[in-house]
């Protein structure tokens, strides 16, 4: 450490280098999760980033400007001098911020944004970040009655109308409570960070499981618990990608910069899909949900009696191979499948995703083994296997179902480069990502 440098600035980069040369100027406005202001500026710098704080007058009645100072190493801007500080860090300059970061960002301030009025530090630098079209990336926090008054929900459509990412809060205790740090700087390397290997690809995924009701009440499922799915698609959007989620029932945390539609049956994720492909030219579509195979012929229209009935007669059908439709709705997508299968040998266990590869015309296919214990459902660990067009094979070692989803990532990013702007009809074997 130089004699000179600010000694919080020994963690810059101890974490990764994703957001090493970025420079972001964080916004904290005056709301009481300004206390998370700190930690979510020190993990910033820990990923490599430049951070400057800016705080609103309200905001440094929360926290002092030199709670700030400390966690990044830069003196917090809390008023705007003659130095002009907002085309300083956000205006046409040379060394303008490469993001803009609202957290927490209250009502006040998002109304003030969305009407494009600037008379604090926050908003001043904001608007004149936005005249320069650098990326924002809004975090709400108030309490649930405000966040759900029309007027800001209004105002929340229009910021991402025009192509600002707002998080989506935790609902808890009647709060609508800023999300956990890692997610909201994995929101920020995802609009920004090195490892963008998709960025501006717009990607689909569909996760947790279905349900097939039986009566009212009594349904036919699975356990899958959704968890590698939302972790696929936290991996697809920290490599750059547009991230949409079609959702079945589920038990996972979902990236709150996706854009998120729950379904429940596999008819409504059918046709969910459907749409979503009908409506938007998707670049990928990563299918890892858990879609029921049979659906009851009838659903009772009440709760099946136990008392009337000592035994009872279902009688199923298949329900639609959504997998199996994508190619057809989507020809040039770029397809990937999961596949859970339990027991199998080495040898039948690649015959096996060979076949349903080919039958869901899939470019790459991604299978686990759940009779593994740790890599079953409702898991938070996997191990998988993940099988090429071409042929070729990575078989990836147990780990945190978010790890092992970033290396899944990676060899789907690879597979996807090389068939798309190659124009090979098959894939490549991609470099080794398995360490």
Not at 257 to 278: F, K
Request: positive net charge.
């Amino acid at each position: 450490m130089s004699r000179d440098q600010h000694p919080s600035l020994d963690i810059r980069g101890s974490t990764s280098s994703l957001l090493a040369g970025k420079r972001i100027v964080h916004c904290i406005a005056g709301s009481v999760a300004a206390i998370r202001a700190p930690e979510i500026a020190r993990l910033l710098l820990r990923h490599g980033a430049d951070v400057i704080p800016v705080m609103s007058g309200a905001a440094t009645r929360i926290i002092h400007p030199d709670i700030m100072h400390w966690a990044t190493g830069n003196r917090a801007v809390t008023e705007l001098t003659g130095a002009l500080e907002h085309v300083a860090l956000a205006g046409n300059v040379a060394h303008k911020a490469d993001l803009m970061l609202l957290a927490p960002a209250t009502a006040n301030t998002l109304g003030k944004i969305a009407a494009g009025i600037d008379d604090t530090p926050v908003t001043t630098v904001i608007t004149t970040g936005l005249g320069e079209h650098i990326p924002l990336v809004v975090v709400p926090a108030m309490h649930l009655s405000m966040y759900n008054q029309p007027f800001v929900q209004e105002n929340i459509k229009r910021l991402r109308d025009h192509g600002i990412t707002v998080l989506l809060p935790e609902i808890s205790e009647g709060k609508a409570k800023i999300p956990e740090t890692a997610e909201i700087v994995d929101a920020v390397i995802g609009m920004i960070g090195s490892s963008r290997s998709l960025a501006g690809r717009k990607v689909l995924v569909t996760l947790g499981r279905t349900v097939e009701y039986l009566d009212p009440i009594r349904v036919i499922t699975n356990n899958s618990s959704g968890k590698m799915g939302a972790a696929m698609a936290e991996a697809a959007a920290i490599s750059g990608a547009c991230v949409t989620i079609i959702a079945g029932k589920h038990q996972a945390s979902l990236p709150r910069a996706s854009r998120i539609i729950e379904t429940g049956t596999s008819a409504q994720m059918h046709d969910a899909v459907m749409a979503e492909l009908a409506a938007e030219k998707y670049d990928m579509v990563i299918a890892a949900a858990a879609v029921g195979d049979f659906m009851p012929v009838k659903k009772a229209s009440g709760k099946i009696s136990t008392k009337e009935n000592e035994t009872i007669s279902v009688q199923l059908v298949p329900t639609p191979k959504i997998i199996d439709r994508i190619r057809d709705k989507a020809p040039d997508v770029f397809l990937v499948a999961f596949r859970a299968i339990s027991g199998l040998t080495k040898e039948k266990r690649r015959e096996d995703a060979a076949d349903r590869m080919s039958r869901a015309r899939a470019d790459l296919i991604v299978v686990n083994d759940t009779s593994v214990p740790g890599a079953g459902f409702e898991t938070d660990t996997n191990k998988v296997e993940v099988v090429c067009k071409g042929g070729e094979l990575f078989d990836l070692p147990m780990g945190s179902k978010k790890s092992v989803a970033v290396r899944v990532m990676n060899i789907i990013a690879e597979q996807y480069m090389f068939v798309k702007e190659k124009g090979a009809a098959a894939g490549k074997a991609p470099r080794d990502l398995r360490a």
